[in-house]
Antibody, heavy 118, light 107 residues
Framework: EVQLLESGGGLVQSGGSLRLSCAAS????????MSWVRQAPGKGLEWVSA????????WYADSVKGRFTISRDNSKNALYLQMNSLRADDTAVYYC???????????WGQGTLVTVSS | DIQMTQYPSTLSASVGDRVIITCRAS??????LAWYQQKPGKAPRLLIY???TLESGVPSRFSGSGSGTEFTLTISSLQPDDFATYFC?????????FGQGTKLEIK
């Protein structure tokens, strides 16, 4: 069964940094684009960033551009999100999600909570 | 960015009811529209993609329609397990955007 397991969340002060990881299993990781999607407490979903299967292309939401960096290591079946200059409005549960061939998110991790204190 | 407007934001209904949730895009997205279901404390679950294609394993009481800028999710006969929050999402172009969600409550 496809599994995505996020880690690395926690409490960080405003202006600080955090690196999220997502461990993938039970599918050919190198064959799929991946994304990070976040959800602030009690709020809706916000796409954050995406990366192609090879890692050759990346995209970011305007709200995180220049502060966050998505990357992947296909040899380790791992996806990452380096988050710098964190702000209070970055507080959210961060999900990693697999992008199906259709382009939608067909599998999601359980999420990891990032709390930025001001 | 393409804005997605979803309504209603809250919907009260009973088991057995037929419900319709609407999603409107700020510009044409062809059929690049997905619907997700989310329960409290859980990750979203993909229900429908390409506006009307049912994801594998999703009950047939769920259906989607629309193209261009106007889309609907229909649940033909509500079951107790369907009470959740539903989100639409456009994937016509990066950056992807979601609707604000529709919370389906028990009447």
């Amino acid at each position: 069964e496809v599994q995505l397991l996020e880690s690395g969340g926690g409490l960080v002060q405003s202006g600080g940094s955090l690196r999220l990881s997502c461990a993938a299993s039970a599918f050919t990781f190198s064959g799929y684009a991946m994304s990070w999607v976040r959800q602030a407490p009690g709020k809706g979903l916000e796409w954050v960033s995406a990366i192609t299967n090879s890692g050759g292309s990346t995209w970011y939401a305007d709200s995180v551009k220049g502060r966050f960096t998505i990357s992947r290591d296909n040899s380790k079946n791992a996806l990452y999100l380096q988050m710098n200059s964190l702000r209070a409005d970055d507080t959210a549960v961060y999900y990693c999600a697999r992008q199906a061939v259709s382009g939608t998110f067909d599998y999601w991790g359980q999420g990891t909570l990032v709390t930025v204190s001001s | 960015d393409i804005q997605m407007t979803q309504y209603p934001s809250t919907l009260s209904a009973s088991v057995g009811d037929r419900v319709i949730i609407t999603c409107r895009a700020s510009q044409s997205i062809s059929s690049w529209l997905a619907w997700y279901q989310q329960k409290p404390g859980k990750a979203p679950r993909l229900l429908i993609y390409k506006a009307s294609t049912l994801e594998s394993g999703v009950p047939s009481r769920f259906s989607g329609s629309g193209s261009g800028t106007e889309f609907t999710l229909t649940i033909s006969s509500l079951q107790p397990d369907d009470f959740a929050t539903y989100f639409c999402q456009q994937y016509n172009s990066y950056s992807y955007t979601f609707g604000q969600g529709t919370k389906l409550e028990i009447k």
